[in-house]
């Protein structure tokens, strides 16, 4: 979140929940439109996830489903799926160590 703390904090825990309920005007920190945007995408997916199951919708980049192949939806200066652990060979070494 931006702030004189910015730096000290980074991503916290909890630092997304302004974004996902798009509350970016309860805080005095100095948002910008990219924070807005990234507000307002992410709080669309989660009420339509709350509403239908399916979190996308109109104007949203598709969030695909689960599928063979690993991937999250990476929402910030892009919006789009991205490999869980950037290489395949990272992934299986952590698809191995956690089936353990």
Same mark, same amino acid.
């Given at each position: 979140?931006? /702030?004189? +703390?910015?730096? !000290?904090? /980074?991503?916290?825990?909890?630092?997304?929940?302004?974004?996902?309920?798009?509350?970016?005007?309860?805080? +005095? !920190?100095?948002?910008s439109d990219a924070d807005r945007r990234i507000a307002d995408?992410?709080?669309?997916?989660?009420?339509?996830?709350?509403?239908? /199951? +399916?979190?996308?919708?109109?104007?949203?980049p598709e969030w695909r489903a689960i599928d063979d192949e690993p991937q999250i939806m990476e929402v910030g200066d892009k919006m789009e799926p991205i490999p869980v652990a950037g290489s395949p060979a990272k992934f299986a070494f952590w698809k191995k160590y956690l089936l353990k």
């Open positions: 979140m931006p /702030g004189p +703390d910015a730096a !000290r904090f /980074g991503a916290f825990h909890t630092s997304e929940v302004p974004y996902v309920l798009n509350t970016l005007y309860m805080s +005095d !920190r100095a948002f995408t992410m709080s669309s997916y989660w009420a339509n996830f709350a509403a239908s /199951g +399916d979190p996308n919708g109109k104007g949203l």
